[in-house]
T-cell receptor
């Protein structure tokens, strides 16, 4: 089965700083890739997704992610974070040949005002 | 817009007790799943279903049972609760036809087993 690794457990940034959260997966076949966000006390919401085509995908709230197939990576970026981006971020992988979506352990982002 | 509804939101059990977490969705989604969320471990898939009468195991199925008698409902049963099952449980659903991949999550059920 596939697995997902998120390199950073807790990231602390000041407002306006740039953000990059790492995500690597292990699976030999074709996959769909996702980033979900969980704001404090809320359920998970989709931030962005990659199915095929342009490896640079843009999501909501100014987030983007780049799929690098050779590195099995799908890193999340934002040029300038805001205090309201404080949340936990989860990378997820869903292979094309099964219905099993696996999540990474999550990265907690704290943005200081 | 109800979406995915989970009940109860909070529950405290004693070791050995049984209970059922309810999940219902009103989006006519074929796929439904249960995850547990634990600190430092992200979300782990417990069981999932691709339609009424069809269920399958995920990553951490031991200690949990599921059934899918209707498209709308996907209850999760703990037959004999253990402290290791203390967690936050999320139900999620998505369509299979016209697949977009996006999972729609419920609000979560926080379970404490003493």
């Amino acid at each position: 089965a596939q697995s997902v690794s998120q390199h950073n457990h807790h990231v602390i940034l000041s407002e306006a700083a740039s953000l990059e959260l790492g995500c690597n997966y292990s699976y030999g076949g074709t996959v769909n890739l996702f980033w979900y966000v969980q704001y404090p006390g809320q359920h998970l919401q989709l931030l962005l997704k990659y199915f095929s085509g342009d490896p640079l995908v843009k999501g909501i709230k100014g987030f983007e992610a780049e799929f690098i197939k050779s590195k099995f990576s799908f890193n999340l970026r934002k040029p300038s974070v805001q205090w309201s981006d404080t949340a936990e971020y989860f990378c997820a992988v869903n292979p094309w040949d099964n219905n099993d979506m696996r999540f990474g352990a999550g990265t907690r982002l704290t943005v200081k005002p | 817009n109800a979406g995915v509804t989970q009940t109860p939101k909070f529950q405290v059990l004693k070791t050995g007790q049984s209970m059922t977490l309810q999940c219902a969705q009103d989006m006519n989604h074929e796929y439904m799943s249960w995850y547990r969320q634990d600190p430092g471990m992200g979300l782990r898939l417990i069981h999932y279903s691709v339609g009424a009468g069809i269920t399958d195991q995920g990553e951490v199925p031991n200690g949990y049972n599921v059934s899918r008698s209707t498209t709308e409902d996907f209850p999760l049963r703990l037959l004999s609760a253990a402290p290791s099952q203390t967690s936050v449980y999320f139900c999620a659903s998505r369509g299979l036809a016209g697949y977009t991949g996006e999972l729609f999550f419920g609000e979560g059920s926080r379970l404490t087993v003493l």
